[in-house]
């Protein structure tokens, strides 16, 4: 690649997945430092498409980030022991 350097760039693409039609597919987990918007309106989407929802934390992220009512609304916690990416 002789001396070029290329630049990385980070970049977050939304998509709307259908999950529900994947082979297999039955539980979606939500990462809680990239949801945008309310989590329990995307738990209830998860829900409408008869599938199993689920949340992630980071191993920075205080428990105390997933409230009561999160917690009761999911199928899944899951507590990362890793840093994404």
Same mark, same amino acid.
């Given at each position: 690649?002789?001396?070029?350097?290329?630049?990385?760039?980070?970049?977050?693409?939304?998509?709307?997945?259908?999950?529900?039609?994947?082979?297999?597919?039955?539980?979606?987990?939500?990462? =809680?430092? +990239?949801?945008?918007?309310?989590?329990?309106?995307? $738990?209830?989407? %998860?829900?409408?498409?008869?599938?199993?929802? !689920?949340?992630?934390?980071?191993?920075?992220?205080? =428990?105390? +980030?997933?409230?009561?009512?999160?917690?009761?609304? $999911?199928?899944? %916690?899951?507590?990362?022991?890793?840093?994404? !990416?």
């Amino acid at each position: 690649m002789g001396g070029r350097r290329s630049k990385s760039r980070r970049r977050i693409i939304l998509l709307p997945l259908r999950s529900n039609q994947w082979v297999g597919c039955t539980l979606v987990s939500l990462w =809680s430092d +990239a949801v945008l918007e309310d989590p329990l309106a995307l $738990v209830k989407k %998860i829900h409408d498409a008869k599938m199993k929802a !689920g949340i992630a934390i980071s191993p920075d992220t205080p =428990s105390t +980030a997933i409230t009561d009512e999160i917690g009761n609304a $999911v199928d899944m %916690i899951l507590v990362m022991t890793v840093y994404p !990416g």
